[in-house]
T-cell receptor, first 114, second 112 residues
Framework: SQTIHQWPATLVQPVGSPLSLECTVE??????LYWYRQAAGRGLQLLFY??????ISSEVPQNLSASRPQDRQFILSSKKLLLSDSGFYLC?????????????FGPGTRLTVT | SQQGEEDPQALSIQEGENATMNCSYK?????LQWYRQNSGRGLVHLIL?????REKHSGRLRVTLDTSKKSSSLLITASRAADTASYFC????????????FGRGTQLTVWP
């Protein structure tokens, strides 16, 4: 069966510090991968998605970047965190075939920038 | 920007009652999906309804889709305290690239 992991689960970082959040998927090949951010009491905002190794699309301009160094690994990064980067970050995957995509989410990382 | 808008934003009911949540969207779609999120956790997929379907059932869940009104509803019958969660609708905005766009969600509280 497929599983998706995210770490760390929680993170407190000072403004201006770097960030690296990791997401890995097991039990599937060539998945589509997604990073979302959820502000408190809000819906999910799609940040990045990837259809293959090294292929990253950004949905909104921001202080963050994403990379996919391996088929089932997706990394969210920042060189210098802002207060506004605080939130709940969710990674998700979906199969890469067909017009309808159910997405499967990881447990999330709670990031607080102080 | 948010694709869907769920209403109500919050819903509070007693166990055994039915819960109805609505979602409106603005663009054409291939499908619409509903997800559930327990507090502080990831989202769990509940049900997917395609644009050429009008109604779909899964256990105690019933989803309807009206593409002419660009709206969907999620009905949970005979609710339980364990149904307490946030419920989100998501659409693909007509894309086949796998991207989903979520609404702000409805916070459902079911009291025992």
């Amino acid at each position: 069966s497929q599983t998706i992991h995210q770490w760390p689960a929680t993170l407190v970082q000072p403004v201006g510090s770097p960030l690296s959040l990791e997401c890995t998927v097991e039990g599937t090949s060539n998945p589509n991968l997604y990073w979302y951010r959820q502000a408190a009491g809000r819906g999910l905002q799609l940040l990045f998605y990837s259809v293959g190794i090294g292929q990253i699309s950004s949905e909104v301009p921001q202080n963050l970047s994403a990379s996919r160094p391996q088929d089932r690994q997706f990394i969210l990064s920042s060189k210098k965190l802002l207060l506004s980067d605080s939130g709940f970050y969710l990674c998700a995957w979906s199969v890469s075939l067909g017009p309808a995509y159910e997405q499967y989410f990881g447990p999330g990382t709670r990031l607080t920038v102080t | 920007s948010q694709q869907g808008e769920e209403d109500p934003q919050a819903l509070s009911i007693q166990e055994g009652e039915n819960a109805t949540m609505n979602c409106s969207y603005k663009t054409s779609i291939n499908n619409l999906q509903w997800y559930r999120q327990n507090s502080g956790r990831g989202l769990v997929h509940l049900i997917l309804i395609r644009s050429n379907e009008r109604e779909k059932h899964s256990g105690r869940l019933r989803v309807t889709l009206d593409t002419s009104k660009k709206s969907s509803s999620l009905l949970i019958t005979a609710s339980r305290a364990a149904d307490t969660a946030s419920y989100f609708c998501a659409t693909d905005r007509g894309s086949t690239l796998g991207r989903l766009y979520f609404g702000r969600g409805t916070q459902l509280t079911v009291w025992p």
